[in-house]
């Protein structure tokens, strides 16, 4: 009933920018929480950036004045710049979205993520 789409990874060098994108589509009614989240080679996936509706965004401190996450809320859609990349950034980022939805005259709260896109920064 929900889709996250991400699209925007790649492969960059150290110190150079991405952007990533993320699209919830589906019968949403509203969407609390839209993050990124990323997940290492042999590590556990970790938050990198989340923000609520209105709310004040909260970064990991290792991307801490490096990236950037923004939201249109009529496009239902939050993006992450990523400028000073380094190759600790590599990894597969997830988008993940708080919300709620609707199933005929239901509504359902919960979290959905997107099926990741990889970005690579090396050399």
């Known amino acids: 009933q929900v889709q996250l789409v991400e699209s925007g990874g790649g492969l960059v060098q150290p110190g150079g920018s991405l952007r990533l994108s993320c699209a919830a589509s589906g019968s949403i009614v509203s969407i609390d929480t839209m993050g990124w989240y990323r997940q290492a080679p042999g590590k556990q996936r970790e938050l990198v950036a989340k923000i609520r509706t209105y709310g004040t965004p909260n970064y990991a401190g290792s991307v801490e004045g490096r990236f950037t996450i923004s939201r249109d809320d009529g496009r239902n859609t939050v993006y992450l710049q990523m400028s000073g990349l380094k190759p600790d950034d590599t990894g597969v980022y997830y988008c993940?979205?708080?919300?709620?939805?609707?199933?005929?005259?239901?509504?359902?709260?919960?979290?959905?993520w997107g099926q990741g896109t990889q970005v690579a920064v090396s050399s």
């Open positions: 993940n979205a708080r919300l709620t939805w609707r199933s005929g005259t239901l509504w359902y709260t919960d979290d959905f």
